[in-house]
């Protein structure tokens, strides 16, 4: 049954631990490449409207900081225009309401922070900081982190996923 079965028992009759290399040779360790398949998806159900599953893109982000340091860039505008946290943003900004899931963006087009509008700039950092790698979920408190505020992101919207 086993082709290296005598190897097994040569092996355990001179080592004082049998069981490490027992594992070694009775499972198999892999296929050939020949059974190997890689396949790449060329089709998305995001932002695809000709499709039966509708997940519309409901905005795409990305603040582009050049070299300076995200947070302490955002908090600075904060105080600027006259803010004293992150959550009293999301009353004046905050106009995404649902849970929506999160996708890096392919076009990676960012909102110059140092050029763009105040304004701008802190919408979008606060629904960079409501959302993770994969959720936007506008219950959870803003997080400004240099990993939020560094990724660009399209937002979509999957209530019809489910139809």
Same mark, same amino acid.
């Given at each position: 049954m086993y082709q290296d079965h005598q190897r097994i028992e040569m092996i355990q009759t001179h080592c004082r631990e049998p069981r490490i290399y027992e594992r070694e040779y009775l499972f198999n360790m892999g296929g050939p490449m020949s059974r190997t398949r890689t396949e790449?998806?060329?089709?998305?159900?995001? !932002?695809? /409207?000709?499709?039966?599953?509708k997940c519309p893109l409901v905005i795409s982000l990305g603040l582009d900081f050049k070299k300076k340091p995200p947070v302490s860039t955002i908090e600075a505008?904060?105080? &600027?225009?006259?803010? =004293?946290? %992150?959550?009293?943003? *999301? !009353?004046?900004?905050? $106009?995404?309401?649902? $849970?929506?899931?999160?996708?890096?963006?392919? =076009? *990676? !087009? *960012?909102? %110059?922070? !140092? $050029? =763009? /509008? /105040?304004?701008?700039?802190?919408?979008? &950092?606060?629904?960079?900081?409501l959302c993770t790698a994969t959720f936007f979920n506008p219950g959870r408190p803003i997080l400004w982190t240099s990993a939020s505020l560094t990724r660009c992101l399209d937002l979509y919207n999957m209530e019809d996923f489910y139809l």
């Open positions: 790449k998806i060329h089709e998305s159900i995001l !932002a695809n /409207p000709h499709k039966p599953i505008l904060l105080k &600027a225009e006259g803010f =004293s946290s %992150p959550e009293e943003l *999301r !009353a004046e900004y905050l $106009t995404l309401n649902k $849970t929506y899931v999160c996708h890096l963006s392919l =076009s *990676r !087009a *960012r909102l %110059p922070v !140092a $050029t =763009s /509008p /105040p304004k701008l700039v802190l919408k979008q &950092a606060v629904i960079l900081g």
